[in-house]
């Protein structure tokens, strides 16, 4: 996984992460749309039917978005210097954190979803409040570990290129590329390409 990830081309990436749930969204909201009748009351029904797939698409986004990082962190580690030293075991603790977060989530609305409207509305508020009570902080230490994943990676990419201990000056532009990657991964990628092209991966290291 990791070497398929290493060795994409940008256009692939973008076609995955982008245009396809760019596209999905599209689809949904004008299928959504085009099944309301302007003479007659809006039937929230439509809105639940098309919006259960919705969760489906977040959780392979946000596997091929997490596997993209994974892929850098862990595939590049092999072209470190020796002499500097990366927090790999910190960088996969809050790796995991986000992501499981983020598959809860897609979960949890999935089934809000897939029930039917008379159930919600018979749902008492007090027993979702636990569960938004949870989720509220997880969700800003989520963000945390995300920013750490986006210092970490950006930081592996300009160590092997560098080849030597760095400052975050000398890699915030890949820390704002990647933290924008609707651009930075056209700019990434190739660089990465470049690195598994010029040096082949041990394969213990891309299993």
Known sequence: MINTFLRAKHWQLFLLMIVIPFGFQVFLFTTIFSNINIDSEPDSTVFFNYFKYFPLMMILFSLIFFGWFWSIAIGLQSKI???????????????FIPLIYILFISVFMGSIFGES?????QTEVTSILPVFAVI???HFFSMFCMFYMLYFVSKTIKTVELQRELRFSDFAGEFFLLWF???GIWIIQPKINK????????DKNIA
């Open 181 to 183: 990657y609707i651009i």
């Open 195 to 202: 690195m598994v092209t010029i040096k082949n991966i041990d």
């Open 81 to 95: 210097p020796k002499e500097v030293k990366m927090k790999v075991n910190r960088f996969k603790i809050f790796f």
């Open 117 to 121: 409207i008379e159930t919600m509305q």
């Open 136 to 138: 509220f902080p997880l």
